[in-house]
């Protein structure tokens, strides 16, 4: 990691505050989760014996990426019933949908789409790019909680198995990707722009709407790849060679925005390479040495020839001229703490509810 994360901070021995906190906090996760023999074992028995009265055992949200494609076949070898739901934003890119198709199909899971409308969503997006936030992915991001919670009340399932993982994801600044369940943060932008915040209904799943659903209806989200020595290349060979499952070319590229907020619009803006964040996490782990990450850090995240072809696609799916689209990116950037929110009240609450279950923190919130 580096300062392109503004509120970084090093010690005496020139250690920063992630790779600490990894090493104190998120390696302890994966510890802990893998603790016994049969841990994986475990935990999808409890996932099957709460769902005995219901037709699925859980809900696994799925965009045709390694983590969350892995997490299904994971589930459905072990003989769980498994809702398999999508959030379609509209943005999929052609080689994500073949692979979620040809996974439902195969492991013969149960399927459900959480389709968003596009008039209000697109204008959603059009704020938190013009707030110059790195957060253009928000919107996204909390509809997916939305959507699978949405699916799991609906059909009195107990458990949401998520791809997310401490291996790969264990470490992402706050400043670079701040709470997407700060509904305060999130008005305070639409309302900068101009955009009603009714638009964001569909998508809107705050810290208050996360509270009900577990505490009102016991619903909880576990995390099946910190139980095993997840290797994500390993993971994309399985998938691969079992479902037919392909490669859309980079970390989030099932999604032609993520891949372009990712790539390109983060890193010219913000000077953010997700990259980083990743090869921290796996150096943390053995997995690549620094030297190794360093090396691939001296390559673009990005080719200019592809990002020609991602500029007019995006802009013109957004309602937007190419110039206009060129001036949002180059606009100076800002940060979550330029706006209002609720990171401190917030931190409090999360806070609280872990040393209530007893589980440790795994976030940055």
């Not at 949908?97 to 013969?108: C, D, F, G």
């Amino acid at each position: 990691m580096d300062t392109s994360d503004p509120l970084i901070q090093f010690d005496e021995e020139g250690f920063c505050n992630h790779c600490v906190d990894f090493l104190i906090n998120r390696l302890r996760v994966i510890t802990d989760a893998q603790s016994t023999k049969n841990s994986i074992g475990e935990l999808f028995e409890l996932v099957r014996s709460a769902g005995r009265r219901s037709k699925y055992d859980c809900v696994v949200g799925v965009s045709g990426g390694v983590d969350s494609s892995f997490t299904v076949s994971l589930a459905a070898e072990h003989g769980l019933r498994v809702l398999a739901v999508h959030l379609d934003n509209s943005w999929n890119s052609k080689t994500a949908v073949e692979n979620i198709r040809n996974l439902a199909s195969t492991l013969k899971t149960g399927y459900a789409s959480y389709v968003l409308p596009w008039t209000e969503f697109r204008q959603v997006q059009l704020a938190f790019l013009r707030a110059s936030v790195p957060e253009a992915e928000t919107p996204t991001d909390i509809a997916i909680q939305r959507a699978l919670h949405h699916h799991a009340r609906r059909n009195g399932i107990k458990y949401i198995l998520s791809g997310g993982n401490v291996a790969s994801e264990g470490i992402l600044p706050i400043s670079w990707h701040y709470n997407a369940r700060d509904t305060r943060y999130s008005y305070a932008i639409l309302d900068a722009a101009g955009c009603p915040r009714s638009y964001f209904e569909s998508q809107k799943f705050g810290a208050l709407d996360e509270a009900v659903f577990k505490v009102v209806h016991g619903i909880r989200t576990v995390y099946p790849l910190n139980f095993i020595p997840y290797d994500k290349a390993e993971a994309r060979k399985v998938l691969e060679q079992k479902y037919g499952w392909k490669y859309y070319g980079s970390k989030h590229g099932e999604s032609r925005f993520t891949r372009f907020i990712q790539n390109y619009y983060l890193y010219v803006k913000h000077g953010i390479d997700y990259r980083r964040a990743t090869m921290s996490s796996e150096i943390l782990l053995s997995v690549i040495s620094r030297d190794e990450a360093l090396e691939i850090l001296k390559t673009s995240p990005y080719s200019q020839e592809d990002i020609d072809v991602e500029l007019e696609y995006t802009s013109k799916k957004l309602g937007v001229v190419q110039e206009e689209f060129r001036e949002i990116i180059a606009a100076p950037p800002k940060w979550f703490f330029d706006f209002p929110n609720n990171a401190r009240s917030l931190g409090l609450f999360y806070d609280l509810y872990r040393k209530l279950v007893g589980q440790h923190k795994a976030t940055n919130f």
